[in-house]
């Protein structure tokens, strides 16, 4: 397994940094839990990765209680409504400001194609260019695909992204969840995929175990699933534990989980995967002053505070190589068949 570590990047250009943005940002968040304790939950019982059902409670944030299995660490929500009925709270909200960005270039730039190219290093040279790319929001991942010159299928259901897409990057994604596209697929008896992409997908399902035993049988053999995942054994995951009504960006109110590294490579290999490349990379360092501001005094100066940001790279390095990085892109080849 090859491991990278660190990713420079300004998160002043694609995250909410100064006090205002920040303020409104938790406050959407809090009124989308509001709307979403509304609904009827049911109780999780089992591990949403190993199954087991030694759960111990561990935070409560927004009202929602947090449980970790104590045999993978996976980090998950002790009850929530049905998926069906969130289904109405992904076409209408978002939990993360990627319509308000600056650029799409410098997502491009910055974001996008250090992905693409730490991606196919891994691809199996023999592969043919088709490409799955799920839950693909902006669309930039097709977008540059396409112009790499891959065939590529792209889904997501939230509409905002698809009228982005299809309006700036002329990206049309197809608007089904996985597990209607995989029913589409294999009734049409379409061409395998030699890559599927899923950066930012696994914690917003109740199952995600079943949808990556879904993601195995849309690849071709020694095909490449390509996963990007907020982890919990990290420094915006301790962060997230001390202050969990703060927390922005993990454990938001339509995540089922947060993963541990122990529980998404137990995922991975459960669903016929062997991980051949992991880089480790994130945005603690920015977590870490995004909570300083929300514990200021109302006196504090804005541009002190965002000083602090300056440094974001030198701080975010020191994470990124001792492991304790809040994202972790992965790269796995399907070594095998699985029964979903």
């Known amino acids: 397994m090859k491991n990278k570590y660190f990713k420079p990047i300004d998160p002043r250009k694609t995250k909410p940094a100064n006090f205002k943005d920040l303020e409104l940002f938790k406050n959407k968040l809090i009124e989308l839990s509001k709307k979403i304790h509304k609904e009827k939950f049911i109780k999780i019982k089992n591990c949403l990765v190993c199954n087991s059902k030694k759960l111990k409670k561990i935070f409560s944030s927004r009202k929602f209680q947090w449980m970790e299995c104590t045999k993978c660490g996976h980090h998950q929500k002790n009850s929530m409504p049905k998926y069906e009925r969130l289904l109405q709270f992904y076409n209408d909200e978002t939990v993360e400001n990627y319509l308000n960005e600056i650029n799409i270039n410098y997502r491009l730039k910055t974001l996008t194609i250090p992905k693409y190219n730490f991606i196919k290093k891994f691809i199996?040279?023999?592969?043919?260019?088709?490409?799955?790319?799920?839950?693909?929001?902006?669309?930039?991942?097709?977008?540059?695909?396409?112009?790499?010159?891959?065939?590529?299928?792209?889904?997501?259901?939230?509409?905002?992204?698809?009228?982005?897409?299809?309006?700036?990057?002329?990206?049309?994604?197809?608007?089904?969840?996985?597990?209607?596209?995989?029913?589409?697929?294999q009734k049409n008896d379409l061409k395998k995929f030699s890559v599927v992409g899923a950066l930012g997908y696994f914690d917003i399902l109740p199952n995600p175990l079943k949808?990556?035993?879904?993601?195995?049988?849309?690849?071709?053999?020694?095909?490449?699933i390509a996963v990007n995942i907020p982890i919990n054994d990290s420094v915006s995951g301790i962060l997230t534990s001390t202050f969990p009504e703060d927390s922005l960006r993990q454990i938001t109110p339509m995540d089922f989980s947060v993963f541990s590294k122990k529980s998404i490579f137990k995922m991975l290999n459960k669903s016929g995967f062997k991980i051949e490349g992991v880089w480790y990379h994130g945005l603690d360092y920015y977590e870490l002053i995004s909570k300083l501001i929300q514990k200021k005094e109302k006196k504090t100066s804005e541009k002190n505070v965002q000083e602090l940001?300056?440094?974001?790279?030198?701080?975010?390095?020191?994470?990124?190589?001792?492991?304790?990085?809040?994202?972790?892109?992965?790269?796995?080849?399907?070594?095998?068949e699985v029964r979903i």
């Open 309 to 336: 940001l300056v440094f974001f790279n030198d701080f975010q390095k020191i994470i990124d190589k001792n492991k304790m990085s809040d994202l972790l892109l992965i790269c796995a080849t399907k070594i095998k």
């Open 124 to 185: 199996f040279k023999n592969k043919k260019k088709r490409w799955l790319d799920l839950a693909s929001g902006l669309g930039d991942m097709p977008y540059l695909l396409k112009k790499k010159g891959w065939h590529v299928i792209s889904t997501e259901i939230y509409e905002p992204f698809i009228k982005f897409a299809k309006k700036k990057l002329k990206v049309n994604h197809t608007n089904l969840l996985l597990d209607k596209y995989l029913e589409y697929h």
């Open 211 to 224: 949808h990556a035993k879904m993601i195995n049988k849309l690849l071709e053999k020694k095909g490449t």
